[in-house]
Every structure is written in structure tokens, then in C-alpha cells.
């Protein structure tokens, strides 16, 4: 059973409008969250995080909001560029490790 | 500064075939991990070694072996390949902190027939 969840596969934006990339989790223990972004044949970059004691995060066009009442955080990027466009994987910290969702495929529009 | 790198890049095996996918990082870093990736399943972690000297399986660590070399290596081995070990391969790499931001090496594709 996933712990993090992505349930949007895909999604596309028209260039310089927002993207809102969601993620759920199940386990209350998660303490920090994290973004990576991926583009084809390379390894994952991380982007943005979160510690389960705030509820924003911004860096630049990135901006994370945590909910931890609903389990459930979202990555907006004000404006989309198609530069953008990539895998994006949300990521939880429970102890030691990180666990991954399946991620979501964000094309951006020229 | 390379950064984290793992060779080889792209690797056929047939069934029961043995490999090694070699993974190193010059960052000083403490922890490394090794991870699959398949579709919609995202990234599962296999092994993890949190310091030099110590390894400890992840979510999916059945068919596979790993040696910590040295601070820098972190090598994962396929003793007898399956079809279901077909996948990207991910070497990563952290300070060990509060924030576990990995770095990530560029991945082996390897298909196991």
C-alpha cells in the first residue's frame, strides 16, 4: 500500500499560468517533505521542501503548502515555463529514509 | 565536482546472469542509497548504507547485494538476474541532516531478458 500518494499521473498547463501538482500521504509520523523534479535519462533533482512544523515554504516560482489535517500537500509554480515541464516526485521522511510517490508528468504549453 | 556517478549507463542481461552497477560520490557524504524505478510505482528504495561500514535493506531489497567500498563507493550486485529486475537504477547521496535532500546519479537502465 502507497504511502505517498500522486493520483494524477499527468497534467498540462499553459505557459504562464499555475501548475498545482498534488500529493497524499497516510503515515501521521512523516515529519518533512520534499519535491524532486525529473527530466528523461536523468536522476531526480531535488526542487523544494517542507518541515511538518510549517504550512508554506516559497522559493522563487516554487511554492509548497502543507495541510497536515488532510495528509495532503501541493507544489504550485507561478508562472509555468515550458522549461518546466518534467516529472515531478513527491517525497516523505519517516526516520532514516525517504519515500518516493509514483510522480506526475507536467507538460507545460508554449 | 561530478557529483554522484554510476556506471554503466545502459546494461542487457539474459536470466541468471551476475553484475555489479558501480556508484560514486565525491561530496563527502555520509549516507547512499540504491533505488529502482518502474512505472507508477515511483522510487523504491533497495539498500541503504547510512555511514561507511553499515547497510541496511530498504523496500525492496530480495535479489540483490551491496557493498559499502569506501565513503565514496556503493556498489549493488545482481548475483542471479530476473526479468522482474528490469528497471532504472538510481544511485543517491546525502549529508546526513534534517533534510535529507539526495543527490542523485544520472541511472543504469537495465533490461534483464
Known amino acids: 500500500d502507497q504511502q505517498v500518494k500522486q493520483n494524477s499521473p499527468s497534467l498540462s498547463v499553459q505557459e504562464g499560468r499555475i501548475s498545482i501538482l498534488n500529493c497524499d500521504y497516510t503515515?501521521?509520523?512523516?515529519?518533512?517533505f520534499l519535491w524532486y523534479k525529473k527530466y528523461p535519462a536523468e536522476g531526480p533533482t531535488f526542487l523544494i521542501s517542507?518541515?511538518?512544523?510549517?504550512d508554506k515554504n516559497e522559493d522563487g516560482r516554487f511554492t509548497v503548502f502543507l495541510n497536515k489535517s488532510a495528509k495532503h500537500l501541493s507544489l504550485h509554480i507561478v508562472p509555468s515555463q515550458p522549461g518546466d515541464s518534467a516529472v515531478y516526485f513527491c517525497?516523505?521522511?519517516?526516520?532514516?529514509?525517504?519515500?518516493f510517490g509514483p510522480g506526475t508528468s507536467l507538460s507545460v504549453i508554449p | 565536482n561530478a557529483g554522484v556517478t554510476q556506471t554503466p549507463k545502459f546494461q542487457v542481461l539474459k536470466t541468471g546472469q551476475s553484475m555489479t552497477l558501480q556508484c560514486a560520490q565525491d561530496?563527502?557524504?555520509?549516507?547512499m542509497y540504491w533505488y529502482r524505478q518502474d512505472p507508477g510505482m515511483g522510487l523504491r528504495l533497495i539498500y541503504y548504507?547510512?555511514?561507511?561500514?553499515?547497510?541496511d535493506k530498504g523496500e525492496v531489497p530480495n535479489g540483490y547485494n551491496v557493498s559499502r567500498l569506501n565513503k565514496r563507493e556503493f556498489s549493488l550486485r545482481l548475483e542471479s538476474a530476473a526479468p522482474s529486475q528490469t528497471s532504472v537504477y538510481f544511485c543517491?547521496?546525502?549529508?546526513?541532516?534534517?533534510?535529507?535532500?539526495?543527490?542523485f546519479g544520472p541511472g543504469t537502465r537495465l533490461t534483464v531478458t
Open positions: 543517491a547521496s546525502n549529508v546526513a541532516g534534517d533534510t535529507y535532500e539526495q543527490y
Open positions: 517542507i518541515s511538518s512544523i510549517k
Open positions: 561530496m563527502n557524504h555520509n549516507s
Open positions: 517525497a516523505a521522511r519517516p526516520y532514516d529514509k525517504v519515500i
Open positions: 503515515n501521521s509520523m512523516f515529519d518533512y
Open positions: 548504507s547510512a555511514s561507511e561500514g553499515t547497510t
